[in-house]
């Protein structure tokens, strides 16, 4: 959890939300994909992106303004 634990670090060093919010944040976060478990990989191929912006700053594509 190397590069969740920088980011981590930054909630609580920006003072945004407290440090025993994100002590407990940084425990639960892996169990976010225990719901995928037999979950069809059909379904789970569209719930991919649905992080995806209109402007192209969403994730894990990134598609750029105009794709949509």
Same mark, same amino acid.
């Given at each position: ?6 980011a ?10 407290g ?7 940084? =425990?639960?976060? %892996?169990? @976010?994909?225990? &719901?995928? =478990?037999?979950? %069809?990989? @059909?379904?789970? &191929?569209?719930?991919?992106y649905?992080?995806?912006k209109?402007?192209?700053s969403?994730y ?9």
């Amino acid at each position: 959890m190397g590069p969740q634990r920088g980011a981590f670090q930054q909630l609580v060093e920006s003072q945004l939300v407290g440090e025993n919010y994100v002590r407990k944040l940084f =425990v639960s976060a %892996p169990l @976010h994909d225990i &719901g995928k =478990v037999g979950i %069809p990989d @059909h379904i789970l &191929g569209i719930a991919l992106y649905h992080q995806e912006k209109w402007d192209g700053s969403g994730y894990p594509e990134g598609f750029r303004p105009g794709y949509f």
